[in-house]
């Protein structure tokens, strides 16, 4: 399984929203992440990927959309 | 010698951030050179340290020189932190040590918020106007730098970033990257004159805010409020409840104001300051309320408190059910900042009554989103959500936070537990 794929059942499990469909929309103003949804999302994303995402990363600008998410992933995956 | 330098210092005219016309007279000519230097792409770093340096001192000076020295001790402290765990993180990460530089970076905070509390409401010698915010500060670049995301720092930027004088008093709290950013590029002359027009409408507004509305809630208003209320005495009467609203609208006019000057003055030196209100009183829930009042603060705390919280009863499964992990964060997140306003009760239940009121904003959140799909799968629509539903959170959001700045106020501690009729 990809990492999109992957991000998007980690947040169906989590959240029980499907993103496949909004994959670029912002996932703060959409009202499926919020402050408690991201750390969640993180220590699963530690968990599953391996990597560890910093809190004060996973900023609203940044890593607010699925896309978004997935390149973060795969840009600390490689660094 | 110290002697000279403390009857100078005495001698000296004291003047508070933003507290009177002669102040914006004198702070705004002394920035002419900088607005002039900054339209013309370049930022007079000596000069602008030096006026800063100015009317930092002519804050704490006359009767208050005390918590000048207490500023320098202080900046010295949080100095030596700072650098010597940036020196450590570079080559290894420890929780223990993170956890020490924290502890010994609020320690002095610590100090002067206790203090009046078991000393007879005597304040702490270590105190002075602005610890808070300066904590706030140094403590965001300790967690930034344990997280790897803040890895170099400048020792004039810190000192300029600790120090920044438009926000030294009362925030807005700005984080070090944000600010370094900003004071190492200069705007372009179209950026700036942006920055420009917006100061200059933020000065207008903060003096209707300050002057004008705060003056007419908080002075005239407010007082013969407080007398009535006394006067009548008991558990609770009408002249309270005027208490409250006055007292509501005063508070938000005041610090809205203040802010919107110490934004504009940051914008007139060419940082870009965040805001710290967005029309509060319009929110339509508690957690949207968070999100519109003194901003910097209660993202300070999302982001330093709630979610490192969040993060260690997650990652070490303390809760089964993610609703009490979110519950007992958010209590613990507001009781947090109530006892950072203040160990006194009524800062205490405050904190604490926000706490409670986040945690039902939240299972409200959560029924209706079952709800609703509960009525989808049935074929039905959606619970109502239009203007009138908005219309409803605004008044009930609204008539919940004046009853907590009533409070806050501790108003309530002198008509029940100091009313001496």
Redesign the interface.
């Known amino acids: 399984m990809d990492i999109q794929a992957e991000l998007i059942e980690m947040i169906d499990d989590l959240f029980m929203e499907d993103i496949t469909d909004i994959m670029d929309e912002d996932l703060y103003n959409a009202g499926i992440l919020d402050?408690?949804g991201?750390?969640?999302l993180?220590?699963a994303m530690e968990e599953k990927f391996g990597i560890k995402v910093?809190?004060?990363?996973l900023g609203r600008d940044d890593w607010n959309t699925g896309n978004k998410i997935v390149a973060g992933i795969k840009g600390l995956k490689n660094a | 010698m110290m002697q000279g330098l403390i009857q100078w210092l005495q001698s000296l005219p004291n003047w508070q951030p933003y507290g009177e016309p002669k102040y914006f007279a004198f702070l705004l000519a002394f920035l002419i050179p900088i607005v002039v230097a900054m339209f013309f792409g370049r930022r007079l770093k000596i000069y602008q340290s030096l006026v800063s340096l100015g009317f930092i001192v002519v804050m704490y000076t006359g009767a208050s020189y005390h918590q000048l020295f207490a500023l320098v001790a202080y900046v010295i402290w949080q100095t030596i932190i700072v650098f010597a765990y940036h020196a450590y993180r570079k080559k290894y990460d420890t929780f223990p040590i993170f956890a020490g530089a924290v502890f010994l970076a609020i320690l002095p905070l610590i100090f002067v918020k206790v203090t009046p509390a078991i000393n007879d409401g005597n304040m702490s010698l270590l105190g002075f106007l602005g610890i808070s915010y300066l904590t706030f500060r140094s403590v965001a670049m300790i967690?930034?730098m344990r997280?790897?995301?803040l890895t170099e720092i400048k020792l004039s930027t810190f000192l300029r970033f600790m120090l920044f004088m438009p926000t030294i008093s009362s925030g807005p709290i700005d984080r070090y990257r944000r600010f370094e950013e900003d004071y190492d590029n200069v705007p372009t002359r179209e950026e700036y004159l942006d920055l420009l027009e917006k100061a200059v409408w933020y000065l207008m507004l903060g003096f209707f805010y300050k002057y004008v509305l705060a003056y007419f809630f908080g002075t005239i208003l407010l007082a013969p409020l407080k007398v009535d209320a006394l006067a009548q005495g008991g558990f609770m009467n009408w002249p309270t409840v005027g208490v409250m609203y006055a007292y509501g609208f005063d508070l938000f006019f005041d610090f809205a104001g203040y802010s919107l000057f110490a934004v504009a003055i940051s914008y007139l030196m060419g940082i870009k300051i965040p805001m710290n209100f967005n029309q509060p009183f319009k929110a339509a829930s508690i957690k949207d309320f968070w999100n519109r009042w003194h901003i910097s603060l209660s993202f300070w705390f999302?982001?330093f408190v709630?979610?490192?919280l969040?993060?260690v009863l997650?990652?070490n499964k303390i809760f089964k059910n993610?609703n009490v992990?979110?519950g007992v964060?958010y209590i613990l997140n507001m009781l947090i900042m109530g006892f950072w306003h203040g160990v006194t009760w009524y800062y205490i239940s405050y904190g604490l009554l926000h706490g409670i009121a986040m945690v039902l904003n939240d299972a409200w959140l959560r029924k209706k989103k079952k709800v609703n799909k509960e009525r989808r799968l049935a074929g039905k629509g959606p619970l109502p959500s239009n203007k009138w539903t908005t219309a409803l959170g605004i008044i009930v959001t609204f008539q919940f936070v004046m009853f907590s700045f009533l409070l806050f106020s501790g108003f309530l501690n002198q008509l029940w537990f100091h009313n001496i009729k």
């Open positions: 402050s408690m991201t750390v969640e993180i220590v910093p809190v004060s990363e | 967690m930034e997280d790897g995301v999302r982001d709630f979610m490192r969040v993060f997650v990652k993610r992990t979110s964060a």
